[in-house]
């Protein structure tokens, strides 16, 4: 147990739907991250916050937007859900926002299917 | 293309014997981590490198960092079954720009 959680576990929704994936992070760590995982792009990573503010953006569509609230939970919404939305979402935290190091612990996963 | 590419992308072998993977880049990053993720879980973090050269070792797993920082490996001497699993590299550039590799999925026949 990493002690990252996240909810939903599995997610079944239709096309242009939208949905909000929730995660909190260890406690003491400031930093969330969150991945998208497929099996044709393998770990994508999205975004990333600390202690509120948006730290770093990777391969995030407009669709998706995050957010990391006063009590460090994150939420990572995605609407006009597409067919290809389709993956594990990750979730992950850590201590440091910059720096060396960067280990991340990650959560269990949200699956979301589009139908 | 992906940032970090991993080598074999697939690899079974029989229990007991030995086995590396390769993670290499042509770019430099500040730090290297080597995850192990098993279906359906999220990655495990097994270890950070962050000095050009670098070698740490975790029991029967040995994991370098290259002297430019740009590339890595993990060498699994007598593997188990235990071991199966997605190892995943994954580098730490400046801006927290943050990349994971491709992958090597390995299965460890008993």
Do not use: M
Not at chain 1, 45 to 71: C, T, W
Not at chain 2, 36 to 62: D, I, M, S, Y
Not at chain 2, 69 to 83: C, M
Not at chain 2, 98 to 108: A, C, I, N, P, W
Request: proline share 4%; charged share 15%; net charge negative.
């Amino acid at each position: 147990d990493s002690g990252v959680t996240q909810t939903p576990k599995h997610l079944i929704t239709a096309t242009g739907q939208r949905v909000t994936l929730r995660c909190s992070p260890r406690s003491g760590d400031l930093s969330v991250y969150w991945y998208q995982q497929s099996l044709d792009q393998g770990l994508q990573f999205l975004i990333q916050y600390y202690n509120g503010e948006e730290r770093a953006k990777g391969n995030i569509l407009e669709r998706f937007s995050a957010q990391q609230f006063p009590d460090l939970h994150s939420e990572l919404n995605l609407s006009s859900l597409e067919l290809g939305d389709s993956a594990l979402y990750f979730c992950a935290s850590s201590v440091a926002s910059s720096g060396r190091a960067h280990e991340q612990f990650f959560g269990p996963g949200t699956r979301l299917t589009v139908l | 293309t992906q940032l970090l590419e991993q080598s074999p992308q697939f690899l079974s072998i029989q229990e007991g014997e030995n086995l590396t993977v390769y993670c290499n880049s042509s770019s430099v990053f500040s730090s290297l981590q080597w995850y192990r993720q098993e279906p359906g879980e999220g990655p495990v973090l097994l270890v950070t490198v962050v000095t050009g050269g670098e070698v740490k070792k975790l029991k029967r797993l040995t994991f370098q960092f290259g002297d430019a920082r740009k590339d890595s490996s993990l060498h699994i001497t007598a593997a188990q079954p235990g071991d199966t699993g997605l190892y995943l590299c994954a580098g730490a550039k400046a801006g927290n720009q943050f990349y994971f590799g491709t992958g090597t999925s390995l299965t460890v026949i008993p």
